[in-house]
């Protein structure tokens, strides 16, 4: 099979890309506890940008200072205020430095629901639309092998206590009888404490009008500086079950004001925040934002209004739609999917709804790529826990060397360390999480290498004085 068309440049609004391969956004938790990138974080994304993705898009970064912004434990990267700029703008010239790779900043207004009380702040909860607590449908998540694994090693007893055989069969109406669910939360909470918080949330409060603007304004005011740092686009974070995502979902969103009800009401959070970056930036800086094809549970958004929602979008300016799907509710189909492919299901409906290039997720090998863009209505690939498994996935398949790749096993190792907060490294990739320790992977063949090399050999021969 001919692999010619993942590298072929690509149009998305007046941003070209060099390839159809981008690195899929994910929170790695590689940022200090205040949410500065790390040299970590560079190494990570500048390896990539050798390895010849054409588009890195960075992790949720946080433009919410506000302590009701939940998800504290993940560590995310912040663009909060200009303490941060410099950090990221060392970032942005590094990966920048390799043969034309581009890199957009995806900005985040918060967690809401699947966030929890800061550690500085534990009697402020979570804002979100509603107040409707989460809980994760373990039948959805442990139909995953690679989270059965995972949690099998690190804790024996809580697989025994959740009885997997009885558990995976059961029907919405036994899963979610009161007195079923009150003896699985005495069983995990007996046997793993740790986890009973992540699978049975806390309930957020209702977030206020004023908050809600507050955010749609930041949103714009940090989409602004990104451009200014040197991003050469900006992603909307509004997937799979966070804070603007759960204005869009009924399951999720009970408000009886502008902004709750209709489906232009649940979109207008969302619309608002394109609208007033596109007032702030113009027309011609790339900006898209990243939507989930469906909810995948009861009383969710589903894919009609969400192809709704994305026409919506582009007329208030949007260049392209990046894919996801579900939540957290959802993680054994969103997060940890165990295959590859499964997100391309929402694109022909995205793409007929838009005709705007579509991003999709969930790739481990070049063959299912190139049948997803000849056939499914995908114009770029984007790789996630393939990137961790093998940053360098593109220049392989570009020379002829895809028996070379190093694949993904899906065992979910990452996942789960990131989730215990834990330093994420990957079970088959030893350099994952350690790449600042390797420069010969990240700075070999950049500009700056070149620069640095050419003022060195100035330097040779001159005397310590």
Known sequence: MSYDILFEPIQIGTLELKNRIALAPMNMGYTGPLGYP???SLAYYATRARGGFGLIITEATMINPHPWWGGEAMNPARLTDYRYYRFWSEIVQTVQSYNGCKMCMQISPGWGRQGHPHADTPEIPAAAPSPVPLHIDLRNLFKNSGWVKQ??????????AMQLDKLLKMSDEEYYDPEFQEFMKDAISQSDPDIYPSIWRDTPREITVPEIVDLEDRMAEQARDA?????DAVEI????????????SPRSNRRKDSYGGSLENRARFLINIITKIRNRVGREKPLWCRLSGDDLLPGGIKHEEMCRVAGMCRDAGVDAIDVSQGSYETSGSTFAYDGEDDFTRWAPGFKKATGLPIIVPNFMTPE???????????????LGRQSIADPFWPVKVKEGREKDIVKCTR????????????????????TAGREKFYPE???????LQSRAEK???????LPFI
Not at 441 to 447: E, I, M
């Open 151 to 160: 949690i099998g090693k690190q804790n024996p007893d809580v697989i025994e």
């Open 38 to 40: 790390s040299l970590q």
């Open 411 to 430: 065992c979910q190792q990452c996942y789960q360390y990131f989730v215990m907060n834990r330093w994420l490294t990957c079970s088959v990739n030893p």
């Open 441 to 447: 992977l990240w700075l070999h063949g950049s500009k």
């Open 368 to 382: 299912c790529c190139v049948t997803a863009i000849k056939e499914k209505s995908v114009d770029i690939v984007s």
């Open 237 to 248: 974070h509004s997937p799979h079950g966070y804070l603007i995502h759960q204005f869009l």
């Open 455 to 461: 003022f060195l050999k100035r330097a040779e021969g």
């Open 227 to 231: 451009f200014l740092l040197g991003f």
